[in-house]
C-alpha cells in the first residue's frame, strides 16, 4: 500500500508539469542589445514599491528588464504618495509592486504588461488601463511587476508618480482618485461576484464607451446605462454591487474629461478585451490552449491513479 501512495505522489507530480507556466526573462547581461534613448520623450521610469528589500529590488530589476536600457531613472513610491493621490489612502500602507513606463508619442495609446503575472493576484493588465484612463494617463507602455504575491493595486499609485516625473504634467487628483476606486471595485466584482476578470474589465469599458457617447446628464441617465450594459453582456449583479457601480460610473461621468478624446482608446480597449474573451471561448471550444492542458493534467491524473489501482 505504501509502493501505490508513493507511486500516486509521483504520477501527480509529474503530471504538474502540464498546466505549469512558462517564464523567461530576456538577458540583462548582454550591453549589445541596449536600448537608444529617446532624445523626444525621454528616458523610461522605473518606480519601485517603497518596502522593497535589497534582493527583492534586484529581483524587480531583472523582471522590468531594466539592464536593457541604455539609461533609466529611478525612483520609490511610498505611503507619503498613495495620500497625495487617494484621498482615503493609508500612509502605512505596503508598497511592493513596482513599474516601468516608457513614454510613447500621441495617439500610441496604452499598452499594460504584467511581467509577472504569478505574483500580482488581482489587478488585470486590463484593469490597470481602464483606471489610467480615467486618472488621465494616456501614450505609454507600462510593465508591471513584483517579486512575491501581491494584489498590484500599489502599481497603480506609482505609475502616477512616475508619469508625473516623465511628462512634467500634474495629474488631476480628483480624476486619481476616482481611478484608484474604479480599480477598487473592477477587483471587487471580480473577487467577489463570481465575474470573470476579463468580463469585468469589459462591463467597466462598455460603460465608460456609453457615458462618453451619450454624454448623461443625471445619476438616473447613468444608471440606465449601467443597467443597459449589465443586461447586454448578461452579468447579474447583487443590488449592492449594481449600486456600487452605478455611483463609481456617476463620479466618472461627472470628471473634467474630454469625452470626445476618449471614444478612439476606449475602442481599441474593447477590442483587446474582446479578443482575450474570443480566444479563451474558441480555447474552451475547440479543447486548446490553457484550457485543454487543464483538462489533460486531471485526465493524466485519473489515469495514473487508476493504473497503479488496477
Known amino acids: 500500500m505504501k509502493k501505490k501512495f508513493l507511486a500516486v505522489l509521483t504520477a501527480m507530480f509529474l503530471t504538474t508539469s502540464v498546466i505549469a507556466p512558462s517564464i523567461s526573462f530576456a538577458s540583462t547581461t548582454d550591453t549589445s542589445t541596449k536600448k537608444g534613448i529617446n532624445e523626444k520623450l ?9 518596502n522593497l528589500s535589497d534582493t527583492e529590488k534586484e529581483s524587480v530589476k531583472k523582471s522590468l528588464d531594466v539592464a536593457s536600457e541604455a539609461e533609466v531613472e529611478e525612483i520609490t513610491v511610498t505611503g507619503a504618495d498613495l495620500v497625495k493621490y487617494i484621498s482615503d489612502g493609508d500612509a502605512r500602507s505596503r508598497m511592493y509592486s513596482s513599474a516601468k513606463i516608457t513614454r510613447k508619442d500621441a495617439g500610441a495609446g496604452l499598452v499594460i504588461n504584467i511581467v509577472t503575472p504569478q ?10 488601463s481602464n ?3 480615467t486618472a488621465g494617463i494616456e501614450d505609454a507602455v507600462v510593465e508591471v511587476a513584483a517579486p512575491k504575491a501581491v494584489t498590484g493595486h500599489s502599481a497603480l499609485v506609482g505609475i502616477y508618480k512616475a508619469y508625473e516625473v516623465t511628462t512634467g504634467e500634474k495629474l488631476d487628483t480628483e480624476r486619481t482618485d476616482v481611478a484608484n476606486e474604479e480599480l477598487s471595485v473592477a477587483t471587487d466584482l471580480a473577487q467577489n461576484s463570481g465575474v470573470d476578470d ?12 456609453q457615458i462618453a457617447e451619450q454624454k448623461p446628464a443625471t ?28 455611483d463609481l460610473m456617476n463620479k466618472i461621468s461627472n470628471l473634467d474629461i474630454d469625452f470626445s478624446k476618449w471614444g478612439s482608446q476606449l475602442e481599441d480597449l474593447s ?7 474570443g480566444s479563451i471561448t474558441e480555447d474552451i471550444k475547440s479543447d486548446t490552449g490553457f484550457w485543454a492542458s487543464v483538462k489533460n493534467f486531471f485526465q493524466k491524473i485519473m489515469d495514473g491513479i487508476s493504473g497503479i489501482f488496477n
Open 42 to 50: 525621454g528616458v523610461p521610469i522605473v518606480v519601485y514599491g517603497g
Open 119 to 128: 505574483n500580482i493576484t488581482q489587478v488585470t493588465s486590463d484593469m490597470y
Open 131 to 133: 483606471a489610467m484612463l
Open 198 to 209: 476579463e468580463k469585468v474589465s469589459q462591463l467597466l469599458t462598455e460603460i465608460k464607451k
Open 219 to 246: 445619476k438616473e441617465d447613468v444608471e440606465k446605462i449601467v443597467n443597459e450594459q449589465l443586461s447586454k453582456l448578461e452579468i447579474n449583479l447583487s443590488d449592492k454591487d449594481r449600486q456600487l457601480l452605478i
Open 271 to 277: 477590442s483587446t478585451i474582446k479578443d482575450k474573451l
